[in-house]
């Protein structure tokens, strides 16, 4: 199966791909759903939406401090790698990510879409200007822009809408995408999750890479289970582990 799927992909004119955290799992990244999952582990309504923060900004940073420095300690593998590679063997590409670690950026991907933000960016509650913040740990917690006001970070929080040009720009991928991949998510958090749909239903074939069945796999054209530091190098024809 996965050398028709490879056949597929380099026959592929435009590519779109989809992740989410399961591509940084073998980084160390913790997942958000699966065996150690953060929401296993805490509630998000305490910790990831705009009325935890209005309640107790200092909690809410503390968190992210803590997955700040999680997140500091990791780096790209095989399967950022091989996403990578990918974006400059396609004419029309697009990986979008719901990850907010970064690691598709250090991996060298650059047409990339952050559906869900960035840990590193954060955004003035009075100005809403972005940022960059990298200092790990961080000096203040909670930290505040030059103008005194909380800063918060530039991710979407549940209850909160997606960036719209980011959004824009993923359902023009998957609505014109000949190939979408879609790579380590539990396909259960919208808008994300119905764009391989959409891109199924405008005639793209639909490779999905996940050790687990979603709720789409019987959806998608091509199911490969495994995990995506493995499949993705033996799909994309990138040696495993290169950087
Ligand atoms: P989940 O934690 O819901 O799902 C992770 C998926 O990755 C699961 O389907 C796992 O089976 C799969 N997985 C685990 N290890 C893998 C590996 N080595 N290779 C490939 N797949 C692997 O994470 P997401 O689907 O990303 O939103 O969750 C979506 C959103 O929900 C996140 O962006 C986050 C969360 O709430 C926000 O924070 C806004």
Redesign the pocket.
Known sequence: MITEAAKRVREARAIAVLT????S??SGVP????EG?L?RQFR?EDL?TPGAFARDPRLVWEWYDWRRQKIAACHPNP?HHALAALESQAAEFLLIT???DDLHRKAGSRRLVEL?GNIWRVRCTREATVSALPDVPLREIPPRCGCGALLRPD????GETLPAEALDRAFRAADTCDLFLV???????QP?ASLPLMAKRRGATVIE????P?PISHLVGVSLQG???EILPALLGTPPGSP
């Open positions: 989410g955290a399961g591509v799992a073998e997942t958000f759903r699966g999952g929401w998000a990831a399967a719901q990850n907010i869900h991710i979407v929080w549940f790579v380590g998510t539990s396909a259960l958090v994300a890479v996940n050790p687990d979603t995990k995506a530091g």
